[in-house]
């Protein structure tokens, strides 16, 4: 699944981004899922290993630093302390996976999920590659932590492996992704697959086709719950070279609500929305977000947090029949979209190779290599 053009160039990436800030080695945010309190408390480790190597088109997690597991350990309990609210769910992640222990080591994961254990809420999730999942590692993790819903979130992105290769540079192999959710199972615990709506290189109504096919794939593979994720510009990703060139623009929020749609009946409460808005405040940490117009923006983020609250299918209904003259236009651009992802992925490859200086030859054999997988 390696794609050694777009890995190339997302480890320039990674090696010119700016590292995180040092004084913030723990974070917590909230909102409302599922009718009730959310809480995620993020801890700084040295990041992704993926995204390291050379990762996803999208990620910027942090490029982060080592620091003592006693240290993060004792900042996590701190801030723990500090939620003086019933909690629904909780959440405690490091930039990249729980499980890769050239991240979190084993001894620091078991004191986590030892604090999780203690701490009063209904369900508690982390999350982690899907090739850093085994038996021993999950089933461990389920005794420390033995009165408490479990679920584990794995990126998928995409269950289209050409998009997960030539778009993503995901480097998974969906065998690994289903042998997790299996593994996840057995232990009895419950799995999460995050979906990603706007990948490079896909007109706008491709993007939603694949998120929607996406989504069915994973509910189909018997995931409990599916998380669409539609994609903002981050700086320091491959994403935002191509935005800053003209080659990226995020979708419509109108795309979210056709992705919701379109999911079959029999799954509509199993399919669930993040990150539809910014939720850093630190504007620097996003350039663009998807979007509808000024008319109507405050009003949609404010119904789709009922459909994060609730999963109530009628609030997508309402968005569905909701009039806006900016919802117009993107029907008739979807319309009017003749733009194949075989077309943008030659564009978007080549105004790569002139931004980061790779020879014209080697960015041609990288996009003939990528239509000739997508014909067959």
């Known amino acids: 699944m390696e794609n ?216 189909e593979m018997e995931v409990d719950t599916v998380v669409v994720f539609p994609i903002h510009v981050k700086p320091g990703t491959l994403v935002s070279y191509l935005y800053e060139s003209g080659g990226y623009n995020c979708v419509s929020l109108w795309s979210l609500v056709q992705v919701l749609k379109e999911v079959e009946e029999k799954f509509k409460y199993r399919v669930q929305i993040s990150w539809y808005k910014n939720y850093y405040d630190n504007p620097k940490k996003i350039l663009l977000s998807p979007n509808t117009c000024d008319d109507c923006k405050e009003e949609v983020i404010h119904i789709l947090d009922d459909y994060k609250n609730s999963c109530n299918t009628e609030i997508i209904d309402k968005l569905h029949h909701y009039n806006c003259h900016c919802k117009g236009d993107w029907g008739e651009k979807l319309k009017d979209s003749n733009e194949k992802h075989g077309n943008l992925i030659m564009m978007g490859y080549q105004m790569l190779g002139e931004t980061f200086g790779i020879d014209r030859d080697m960015v041609k054999q990288a996009y003939e290599e990528a239509l000739t997988e997508l014909i067959k």
Not at 20 to 27: A, S, Y
Not at 30 to 45: H, K, L, N, Q
Not at 49 to 77: A, F, P, W
Not at 195 to 207: I, N
């Open 4 to 219: 050694v053009f777009l890995k190339n160039i997302t480890r320039e990436i990674y090696n010119r981004r700016i590292g995180l800030d040092k004084t913030q080695k723990v974070f917590c945010r909230y909102e409302r899922v599922d009718g009730g309190v959310f809480a995620e408390v993020w801890f700084m480790t040295r990041g992704c290993k993926h995204d390291r190597d050379g990762g996803c088109t999208m990620c910027n997690y942090g490029k982060g630093y080592q620091v003592s597991d006693d240290e993060i350990l004792g900042l996590i309990e701190s801030k723990l302390a500090e939620i003086n609210m019933p909690l629904k769910q909780l959440v405690i992640s490091p930039s990249g996976s729980m499980f890769d222990e050239e991240e979190v080591s084993h001894y620091l994961r078991r004191e986590i999920f030892k604090l999780a254990s203690k701490f009063e809420c209904e369900k508690f999730i982390t999350e982690t590659r899907a090739d850093t999942i085994n038996f021993e590692k999950l089933t461990e993790m389920k005794q420390l932590i033995p009165h408490k819903n479990i679920a584990i979130e794995l990126g998928l992105e995409s269950a289209n492996p050409w998009v997960l290769k030539y778009c993503v540079n995901k480097n998974l192999n969906l065998e690994d992704f289903e042998s997790a959710v299996r593994l996840i199972k057995q232990a009895g615990l419950q799995v999460t697959a995050n979906v990603s709506l706007g990948a490079p290189f896909m007109s706008e109504r491709e993007q939603i086709e694949d998120a929607v096919d996406s989504v069915k794939w994973a509910l």
